[in-house]
């Protein structure tokens, strides 16, 4: 296993479509293994293979720190609700603005077997995965900013003052 460098926002390979994965080969294997070791490093919470500069629809995700999940050919079947929230990137470090999303999302992908599953999020977990199948298809949470984009740990304009 080996980290990888992140692409930086501006990076023209973030704003390609991905291909589709046909088959899961030892190459694919590791280029998994890199992103999760990747996004712990980097202390991120998902991970898309077009941050490390490989066009194929791959993304890692960990909300909790426990509970590692690998989606090959993603595809959002459902979504429901609404959310706002600070949203930042690996690609966009030390930056965060505020994001609207809906609430709950119900995609379908493939393991590392390439057998069919589905998984359901809520909340930060739905964040997660619409971000990084946003990554799959070129677009960067930039492009859904409210407001202005500002440095982590600043106050959001949006949020209200008690």
Known sequence: MAIRNIRMFGDPVLEKVCKEVREVTPRT???????????????????AAPQVGVLKRICVIDVTYEDPILLINPRVLETSGEQTGSEGCLSLPGK????????????????????????????????ALLHEIDHLD???????????????GEESENTEEE
């Open 29 to 47: 294997m590791e280029l998994i293994d890199d992103m999760f070791e990747t996004m712990y490093d980097a202390n991120g919470v998902g991970l």
């Open 96 to 127: 965060c603005g505020d994001v609207t999303r809906p609430n709950y999302v119900k995609v379908e992908y493939y393991d590392e077997n390439m057998e069919k599953q589905v998984i359901e999020g809520t909340e930060l977990l739905a964040r």
């Open 138 to 152: 070129g677009h960067v949470y930039t492009e859904k900013v409210i407001g202005e984009i500002r440095n982590v």
